[in-house]
């Protein structure tokens, strides 16, 4: 078992030791397979997004230099224009071709310091002192070949190793297939490498293998194929005085290139029968006919059988976004598609409560009434009066406390006699 870095020299964090590439005797995938890996990984793709191809095997895209447009016939100013626009480009296409090259070292650096174990990287150093100033993509290169060398010295332990990895491989779930069929490419070549000539692999086991070491995107592929290569073979078995012609077309492709073709037509089918459901939130599942079941009541319903009266919580679904965006006015407990419904129905419900409870506010809006419709002397009648009787109050209230109780007395007889020179 390999050891764990606990941080590399780069001041990386810990690598899992299944990320590390070490010798092929305790590794449990080859190096090129593993640098195809890191060309796909996300801190690869953010920070060397101009040389990350190179470590899936893909060509780079070359720079060109601006060229000067001819001169002649130009006016004195159009030539100082022309110039300052060439020096500009010419600039620009020095600055890339200089951050190309100092993101390869950075790449190649990472890679030596980051994704290599402690012995291994010390026994490639050792055969490859020169490795410091290699080109990223020479580099790659001995890393590759010193991977072959520590498999075995032995013919037979080679042999094994190329066996295992060709029945092992597989795409995962984020690799193209493009660069699925340059993995499976490097595969082939190293097992026909290491095998006699009557072992060598033939076009219809890299067709039939290439199909089912496809990710799970392409499960319908797969069991279609599985299915057609099953009747092929029964119709083949039959005896037919002459062939029948369209069985070439059917089962496992017969070559790594139509399993490609294949393959990369079935996911342009699947992309171009693509519906906006699948790019909509996720209260709105991409197949409108999954049944959701009720955890309290185990009750199955589809979306579009959801109404008002049936709450997300309980079929193990998001609560209503838009009750979320617009802030805390209702729980939300119910599925988006039924918000104006659900809404609705709570607004007739406040409408209800109100017609068969009119007392309170029935007596709000008579009061308000009556305060307004009275003359400014009576209001301020029907106050004093209301002061006086807060005065009395109070002053009983205060009957231990002498000096209070005469306080509040004195104001509530002031306010009475005031209150009797306005009556007739």
């Known amino acids: 078992m390999s050891k764990i870095h606990k941080k590399s020299s780069n001041g990386n964090k810990a690598t899992k030791p299944s990320d590390l590439i070490g010798d092929a005797s305790h590794s449990g995938m080859h190096a090129s397979t593993q640098i195809r890996m890191y060309g796909r990984s996300e801190h690869v793709l953010a920070k060397f997004p101009s040389v990350a191809a190179i470590l899936r095997g893909e060509q780079t895209r070359e720079l060109t230099p601006p060229v ?10 159009e030539k100082i224009r022309t110039n300052a626009v060439f020096s500009a480009e010419y600039q620009a296409y020095v600055d890339q071709r200089v ?20 012995s291994f990287r010390t026994k490639f150093e050792t055969t490859y002192p020169a490795y410091s100033t290699m080109e990223l993509e020479a580099y790659i290169q001995a890393l590759e070949e010193f991977y072959n060398s520590t498999i075995s010295i032995l013919d037979s332990h080679k042999q094994d190793y190329a066996r295992r990895e060709w029945f092992e491989i597989h795409q995962s ?27 060598h692999l033939t076009d219809t086991e890299i067709g039939e293998m290439f199909i089912k070491k496809l990710n799970s995107t392409f499960n319908d592929l797969k069991i279609k194929c599985q299915q057609e290569q099953i009747l092929k073979s029964r119709i083949g078995n039959e005896q037919h005085p002459e062939p029948v012609p369209y069985l070439e077309h059917t089962g496992y492709p017969t070559s790594l290139e139509a399993a490609y073709q294949r393959a990369i037509e079935f996911e342009e089918t699947i992309r171009n029968h693509k519906t906006p459901t699948q790019h909509l939130s996720t209260f709105t599942t991409m197949n409108e006919e999954r049944k959701y079941r009720n955890s309290r009541t185990g009750e199955f319903k589809t979306l579009a059988q959801m109404d008002k009266d049936d709450l997300a919580s309980e079929y193990g679904v998001g609560k209503c976004h838009i009750c979320k965006k ?16 659900f809404v609705e129905h709570r607004r007739n419900r406040h409408k ?17 009434k009556s305060d307004k419709n009275k003359v400014p002397v009576q209001v301020a009648l ?43």
């Open 68 to 77: 000067l447009p001819p001169q002649q016939g130009l006016t004195a100013a």
């Open 99 to 118: 951050k190309i090259t100092q993101d390869k070292y950075d790449l190649k650096d990472w890679i030596h310091n980051s994704k290599l174990e402690k």
């Open 173 to 199: 779930e984020r690799e193209t297939v493009p660069e699925f069929k340059i993995r499976i490419k490097d595969t082939i070549h190293r097992y026909n490498s290491l095998m006699l000539v009557a072992h």
């Open 326 to 341: 617009n802030g805390p006015q209702y729980k939300g407990d119910h599925f988006a598609s039924a918000h104006d419904e």
């Open 352 to 368: 209800d409560t109100r017609t068969r409870n009119p007392s309170k506010t029935a007596g709000r809006q008579a009061k308000a």
């Open 382 to 424: 029907a106050t004093l009066r209301k002061v006086a009787k807060a005065e009395e109050s109070k002053a009983k209230k205060a009957e231990k406390n002498t000096e209070k109780a005469k306080v509040h007395s004195e104001k509530a007889k002031t306010i009475t006699q005031l209150l009797s020179t306005f009556e007739p």
